[in-house]
């Protein structure tokens, strides 16, 4: 089975700090993306990458980045956090003609 | 871009009735259709997909049919059980790239 890990379950992170999402799938997949999960919006496209040092912006790129320096590892990176980014965020990894394998998520709030 | 709508928000059944669920897409060019079943506090998990060379699919109780001309797709779950209880998300994209989500349907099999 593929695994997505994502590094973190919960996070508490202040407003202005810089924080690092960390995400790393063990089974060579090229495409790798990030969601955010909020109640009544469903998951929403924030980055997504095809390839090492390849990213692409998706539906909500606002306030967030992303680096993919390694086949296994995409990050997420919020410069500057704020409290409207208090979510729940999903790490996804996919190959092939199938779906995505998603990771366990990370909830993250910001005071 | 793609934009994925998806009906009812919250459904309520009781156990061994069926439930419906519908979402219409934007974008003609999408070819790819899979519905993911989210527990309570886990990750969405892919149930059953669909590409558009085909109009229905069936996997025991579940099935997805898929009108392209009317642009939309719908996921039938017959004799429902308390452990179909969970968010269920409908998906867009061409050719399996990226996956664009409705908002999750929220379904409750009361015994």
């Known amino acids: 089975d593929v695994k997505v890990t994502q590094s973190s379950r919960y996070l508490v992170k202040r407003t202005g700090e810089k924080v690092f999402l960390e995400c790393v799938q063990d089974?060579?997949?090229?495409?790798m993306f990030w969601y955010r999960q909020d109640p009544g919006l469903g998951l929403r496209l924030i980055y997504f990458s095809y390839d090492v040092k390849m990213k692409e912006k998706g539906d909500i790129p606002e306030g967030y980045s992303v680096s993919r320096e390694k086949k296994e590892r995409f990050s997420l990176i919020l410069e500057s956090a704020s409290t409207n980014q208090t979510s729940m965020y999903l790490c996804?990894?996919?190959?092939?003609?199938?779906?995505?394998?998603f990771g366990s998520g990370t909830r993250l709030t910001v005071v | 871009g793609e934009n994925v709508e998806q009906h009812p928000s919250t459904l309520s059944v009781q156990e061994g009735d069926s439930a419906v669920i519908k979402c219409t897409y934007s974008d003609s060019a999408s070819n790819y259709f899979p519905w993911y079943k989210q527990e309570l506090g886990k990750r969405p998990q892919l149930i059953i997909d669909i590409r558009s060379n085909v109009g229905e699919k069936k996997d025991q109780r579940i099935a997805v049919t898929l009108n392209k001309t009317a642009k939309h797709f719908s996921l039938h779950i017959t004799e429902t059980q308390p452990e179909d209880s969970a968010v269920y998300f409908c998906a867009a994209s061409k050719n399996t790239d990226k996956l664009i989500f409705g908002t999750g349907t929220r379904l409750q099999v009361f015994p």
């Open positions: 996804a990894s996919k190959a092939g003609a199938r779906g995505y394998t």
């Open positions: 089974m060579d997949h090229e495409n």
